[in-house]
C-alpha cells in the first residue's frame, strides 16, 4: 500500500476519533453539569472562618432533587430579591418551625420542641446584636452567615424559598491547603 494513502486514512481516522470523544465527552459532562454539581467561588465574608473569599466549591445539586435540606446544610440559593445572584449561607431554620433571635442565641420552637431549644453554633466566631422572631411557611428556610456580625441573612432579607435552593456544598477545591469533602459540615452532638 502506498504511504500517502494510508498516512490520509489515519488523520481521517484520528479526526473522527477525536470527534467521537468529543461527543462523549460532552455528553457525560453536560448533564453533570446542568442536573448534578456545578462550580461556585466564595465571595465576600459572610460565611468568615467556615469559608473565605475566593475558594472554589463543587455544589451538590442532586441531593435535594432526592431529599430534603437539613439544618445546618452550607446551600447555594438564588437571592430571594434579584435571582440572578447567588449567596451562600447555612441553614438555621426549617419549614414550619418559629426562630427567635436574643442577641446571639437563636431559639427554634417547631411540633418536636414546643418549648424550644437554642441552636448550639460553635462555628460561628463573630456574634451580632439581633432581637427578632419569624415563623416560617411550609416551603420557606431561614439562613445566616457564620460571620453574624458581616452577613445579609434572612435576618434582613426575609426567608428563602425551596425553590431557590440550587445545593449544598459538596466539595472545596481550591486553596489546596483546605481542600475537604463537605465543607462546612457542622453536626452538633446530641
Same mark, same amino acid.
Given at each position: 500500500?502506498?504511504?500517502?494513502?494510508?498516512?490520509?486514512?489515519?488523520?481521517?481516522?484520528?479526526?473522527?476519533?477525536?470527534?467521537?470523544?468529543?461527543?462523549?465527552?460532552?455528553?457525560?459532562?453536560?448533564?453533570?453539569?446542568?442536573?448534578?454539581?456545578?462550580?461556585?467561588? +466564595?465571595?465576600?465574608?459572610?460565611?468568615?472562618?467556615?469559608?473565605?473569599?475566593?475558594?472554589?466549591?463543587?455544589?451538590?445539586?442532586?441531593?435535594?432533587?432526592?431529599?430534603? /435540606?437539613?439544618?445546618?446544610?452550607?446551600? +447555594?440559593?438564588?437571592?430571594?430579591?434579584?435571582?440572578?445572584?447567588?449567596?451562600?449561607?447555612?441553614?438555621?431554620?426549617?419549614?414550619?418551625?418559629?426562630?427567635?433571635?436574643?442577641?446571639?442565641?437563636?431559639?427554634?420552637?417547631?411540633?418536636? @420542641?414546643?418549648?424550644?431549644?437554642?441552636?448550639?453554633?460553635?462555628?460561628?466566631?463573630?456574634?451580632?446584636?439581633?432581637?427578632?422572631?419569624?415563623?416560617?411557611?411550609?416551603?420557606?428556610?431561614?439562613?445566616?452567615?457564620?460571620?453574624?456580625?458581616?452577613?445579609?441573612?434572612?435576618?434582613?432579607?426575609?426567608?428563602?424559598?425551596? @425553590?431557590?435552593?440550587?445545593?449544598?456544598?459538596?466539595?472545596?477545591?481550591? /486553596?489546596?491547603?483546605?481542600?475537604?469533602?463537605?465543607?462546612?459540615?457542622?453536626?452538633?452532638?446530641?
Amino acid at each position: 500500500m502506498d504511504p500517502i494513502v494510508e498516512n490520509k486514512k489515519t488523520s481521517r481516522q484520528s479526526f473522527w476519533d477525536i470527534l467521537r470523544f468529543a461527543v462523549l465527552a460532552l455528553a457525560i459532562v453536560i448533564p453533570i453539569r446542568l442536573f448534578v454539581a456545578q462550580p461556585f467561588i +466564595v465571595s465576600g465574608s459572610s460565611m468568615y472562618p467556615t469559608f473565605y473569599n475566593g475558594e472554589y466549591l463543587i455544589i451538590d445539586e442532586l441531593s435535594y432533587r432526592l431529599g430534603e /435540606p437539613k439544618r445546618n446544610d452550607v446551600v +447555594v440559593f438564588r437571592y430571594p430579591k434579584d435571582t440572578k445572584k447567588f449567596f451562600i449561607k447555612r441553614i438555621i431554620g426549617l419549614p414550619n418551625e418559629t426562630l427567635e433571635i436574643k442577641e446571639s442565641a437563636v431559639i427554634i420552637y417547631n411540633e418536636e @420542641h414546643r418549648d424550644g431549644f437554642q441552636l448550639a453554633e460553635s462555628f460561628v466566631k463573630n456574634t451580632s446584636k439581633n432581637n427578632s422572631r419569624i415563623t416560617l411557611k411550609g416551603d420557606e428556610y431561614f439562613v445566616m452567615g457564620d460571620n453574624r456580625s458581616a452577613s445579609s441573612d434572612s435576618r434582613y432579607w426575609g426567608a428563602v424559598k425551596r @425553590h431557590l435552593l440550587v445545593g449544598r456544598a459538596f466539595l472545596r477545591l481550591w /486553596p489546596v491547603a483546605r481542600i475537604s469533602v463537605s465543607p462546612g459540615n457542622y453536626q452538633p452532638a446530641d
